[in-house]
């Protein structure tokens, strides 16, 4: 354990975190559903969602965005939070939609939680990878990230990579950079799935359950009347807010050590390697 808090604790050197102050959710986000299950307090700076017996809730960002880092604290629900699942995402619209995910599959007490993600790209994702996490996600707040550039798309907890996705249109391999994208978090009941495979049921007599959000910080490319903010994406600029390194972000030889060390102590799932599931053979983005 020691030697997992040490390497946890070593921030990584090729991956420069983004300085941007935290939002106003009142300013940022919609709340969409959900009635008053969904509420921001604290004058704009802690957004809660909450599901029961009859509804959850969800929110969305006022802007949609192509291209950018997305950072945002969560604090996921905590207890038995079987067959519950909290989401953050980024997507367009359409059937043949983009869509960039973070899931976060709820457990039965002293269980972990299952990170899942997934890449769709003109409607089609079947990307998915499953992570548990290095700490228990219910007792404090904990940094998730998405950085999609024209490159690559990392998903990243605590500013450590667990996933990279690389733009590989050269072996027509679609790569989501055409369509503008929204954010959106959800807590809503998926308990004929979520936990163990829907054999664990979601627990009412635990309702509500509630999920915490704070300082959500968009760097981003906003997209507005078919164009974007951004000038250019092949030069990157300082600001106030720490600079645009994301616009060409990478993983350098320490960030690609640390993304390895998650994955192989603790992925639980890769697509890429489930033959069983691809018999025909596995898609051409698993094949480096």
């Known amino acids: 354990m020691k030697v997992v808090l040490a390497v946890v604790g070593l921030v990584l050197s090729s991956l420069v975190m983004v300085g941007a102050q935290a939002g106003n959710l009142y300013r940022d986000v919609d709340l969409t559903w959900g009635d008053q299950r969904a509420k921001i307090s604290q ?26 880092r997305v950072d945002i604290q969560l ?12 989401t953050y995402y980024l997507s367009s619209q359409g059937p043949a939609h983009d869509e960039i995910d973070f899931e976060f599959l709820g457990n039965l007490s002293g269980n972990p939680y299952t990170v899942h993600t997934n890449v769709f790209t003109q409607g089609k994702g079947n990307r998915e990878q499953q992570f548990y996490l290095w700490f228990d996600p219910t007792k404090a707040f904990h940094t998730y990230s998405i950085l999609w550039n024209p490159q690559l798309i990392l998903f990243l907890v605590d500013n450590v990579p667990i996933r990279e996705f690389i733009n590989q249109e050269s072996k027509g391999v679609p790569f989501p950079n055409k369509q503008a994208m929204r954010i959106y978090s959800s807590l809503w009941n998926a308990d004929g799935w979520a936990t163990m495979g829907g054999r664990v049921k979601t627990d009412w007599t635990q309702a509500p359950f509630t999920a915490s959000y704070r300082n959500f910080n968009t760097n981003a490319c906003a997209w507005s009347a078919g164009k974007s903010s951004c000038a250019s994406m092949t030069t990157t600029t300082s600001t106030a807010s720490g600079g645009d390194t994301w616009q060409t972000q990478a993983l350098d030889a320490n960030g690609r050590q640390r993304l390895k060390w998650v994955q192989k102590k603790f992925m639980i799932y890769d697509y890429c390697s489930d033959l069983k599931r691809f018999p025909q053979g596995l898609p051409p983005e698993c094949k480096n």
């Open 75 to 86: 604090k996921l629900v905590p207890g038995n939070s079987a067959g519950t699942v909290t």
């Open 43 to 68: 004058g704009g700076q802690l957004l809660t969602l909450s599901l029961d017996k009859y509804s959850g809730s969800g929110f969305q960002s006022k802007n949609e965005y192509l291209f950018g």
